[in-house]
Nanobody, 118 residues
Framework: VQLQASGGGLVQVGGSLRLSCAASGSIISINSVAWFRQVPGTQRELVAHLTSGGAANYTDSVKGRFTISRDNAKNTVYLEMNSLKPEDTAVYYC?????????????WGQGTLVTVSS
């Protein structure tokens, strides 16, 4: 099982980006999914989390601006980011709890860099 994140890039303050994270491999089911972010020299921070039942939670700093969603048919999770601020600059990582023939495991994407310029 692999997670492939994409969609990062350079955007101006107030702009928008949509991150994608596609899961591939012998997947039986995907349970919870999430996006984290990390600035060099700091701890990885949970940005948004989405349960298999559709309940979403966000860190306070992104509430009202970011939206996490999933397409179960495509085994893909998205993070829609609007009204971006310089403090959103970070490497964004996707996470998924996946059941495969290996059992239930946690997987991470490789990270995608988001840079918000002022």
């Amino acid at each position: 099982v692999q997670l492939q994140a994409s969609g990062g890039g350079l955007v101006q303050v107030g702009g928008s980006l949509r991150l994608s994270c596609a899961a591939s491999g012998s997947i039986i089911s995907i349970n919870s999914v999430a996006w984290f972010r990390q600035v060099p020299g700091t701890q990885r921070e949970l940005v948004a989390h989405l349960t298999s039942g559709g309940a979403a939670n966000y860190t306070d700093s992104v509430k009202g601006r970011f939206t996490i969603s999933r397409d179960n048919a495509k085994n893909t999770v998205y993070l829609e980011m609007n009204s971006l601020k310089p403090e959103d600059t970070a490497v964004y990582y996707c996470y998924a709890n996946i059941l495969s023939w290996l059992g239930m495991r946690n997987y991470w994407g490789q990270g995608t860099l988001v840079t918000v310029s002022s």
